[in-house]
């Protein structure tokens, strides 16, 4: 079959590679339709490129038809299904807690990680991605959720990453109604973010550093604010439009690819020409990672208000303001989206009419053998691209 595959920095490709087959009677093989290409991969085409091994099959936002099911894969050939970007057995103690990202049956902990990701690192398991013709699902009982037939892919295909995570992400800035919340990027996550906070009644101020982005999310009601035009204000400017507070909660949907600190940067970049394992250490150790946006977060927020945070951090040693942090007593939460989590509460959002807009959501559809470029302008931001699916 053919497949994304990783071969070092800033170097995917399309290759042909030995199909997938059953394992455990647990497993499915799904052909694959529609397969997303998501910021968290940014993180792997560049700075976690150490976690990477030549070869891994890159993708974790995979859509399609089962092709092969075991007899305890709970799914029958033909069903149409979606895989949550995490592998979890729906039925140890953290997925009874639906707290699928820490699944006990898939946790990887020779790395000391929880639930194992579909196409994410050794960290995660090492597990072969989705953007490839087919697909092996582990856990298949529970990694899929069953989509109805008729609708096309792209009602559905956000249900393994972008929507359940962005529900998340509003979820856990448990805003009040009527309250207001600062959505801190604007790509696929943070735009969706918006759209359900928005659905939810609240007021929504987006930041981010690309014209098209704040374009699109203005388009929808954000009140969008251009970083660019407030390096060193921005915190200042979100106060003076909310009463000199700040607002009532912050999601940070950027992470560790945020702009503005050059310093960070300079150390990626060393990381990725490092061997393997001394860069591995820098990147654990030395604190790289860059945190402009999440301390941008800390000083938006309101006093007593929360910061959820979705974009995707690693390493170790940062310096964070705890004083402010203690001061203003935030409140912060985090992590990977439990998927099936949230499944139910979207659901009726995809078949009654399209509140939030996933059809046309993505900006760019192309075949699976333009991957390379799709990735290119992805992570350049050129071409207007915002959201890609490949369609295998
Ligand atoms: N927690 C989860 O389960 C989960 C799931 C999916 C993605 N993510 C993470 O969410 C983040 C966003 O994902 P995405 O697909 O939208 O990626 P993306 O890279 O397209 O979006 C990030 C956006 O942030 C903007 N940005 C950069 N620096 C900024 C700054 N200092 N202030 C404000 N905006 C800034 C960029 O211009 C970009 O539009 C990534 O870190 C990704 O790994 C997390
Ligand atoms: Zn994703
Ligand atoms: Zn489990």
């Known amino acids: 079959m053919k497949a994304v595959v990783w071969h070092g920095k800033r170097d995917v490709r399309v290759d042909d590679v030995p199909d997938p087959t059953l394992q ?12 997303g290409i998501c910021g968290s991969d940014l993180h792997l085409y560049e700075v976690l490129g150490p976690f990477m ?11 399609g038809v089962v092709e ?24 140890c103690f953290m997925c009874d807690q639906k707290l699928y990202t820490q699944c006990e049956t898939t946790q990887v902990r020779d790395q000391g990680m929880g639930a194992a990701l579909f196409g994410y690192t050794k960290l995660y398991g090492a597990v072969p991605g989705g953007q490839a013709e087919f697909l092996r699902v582990p856990q298949a ?46 790509g696929p996550i943070g735009d969706m973010a918006s759209r359900i906070a928005m659905h939810k009644g609240l007021r929504v101020i987006g930041v981010d550093i690309v014209p098209e982005r704040l374009e699109r999310a203005s388009e929808r009601g954000v009140e969008v604010i251009d970083l660019i035009e407030h390096p060193d204000d921005l915190a200042e400017v979100v106060r003076g439009m909310t009463d000199g507070r700040g607002t009532d909660s912050v999601i940070e949907a950027v992470g560790m690819e945020a702009h503005g600190s050059p310093g960070a940067k300079i150390a990626h970049q060393m990381a990725g020409y490092l061997p393997d394992p001394l860069a591995e250490k820098v990147m654990e150790k030395a604190g790289i990672d860059r945190l402009h946006a999440f ?16 974009g995707v951090y690693g390493g170790m040693a940062d310096p964070l303001p705890m004083l ?12 990977q989206a439990n998927v ?25 559809k192309v075949p699976l053998e333009e991957a390379p470029r799709a990735y290119e302008i992805f992570q350049k931001k050129e071409d207007g691209a915002v959201k890609v699916l490949l369609q295998p």
């Not at 091994?53 to 859509?63: A, V, Y």
């Open 340 to 364: 099936k989590r949230w499944v139910d509460d979207i659901m009726p959002l995809l078949m009654d009419g399209d509140p939030l807009g996933v059809e046309g959501f993505a900006t760019h």
């Open 53 to 63: 091994s030549e070869g891994d099959i890159l993708g974790h936002e995979p859509m």
């Open 24 to 35: 455990d009677p647990t497993d499915a093989i799904v052909r694959i339709s529609s397969s």
């Open 141 to 186: 009982q529970n990694t899929t959720i069953k989509v109805p037939e008729g609708p096309a892919d792209e009602r559905f295909v956000y249900l393994s990453d972008v929507l359940p995570t962005a529900w998340q992400a509003v979820e856990y800035a448990a805003v009040t109604e009527g309250g207001s919340v600062t959505v801190l990027g604007l």
């Open 68 to 91: 092969e099911a075991g007899s305890e894969a709970g799914v029958e050939v033909g069903d149409r299904v979606v895989m949550p970007f995490q592998i979890s057995c729906g039925s």
């Open 295 to 310: 301390h941008l977060a800390i000083d938006i927020v309101r006093r007593g208000g929360t910061i959820s945070l979705i």
């Open 324 to 335: 402010t942090i203690f001061d203003k007593q935030i409140q912060l939460r985090m992590g």
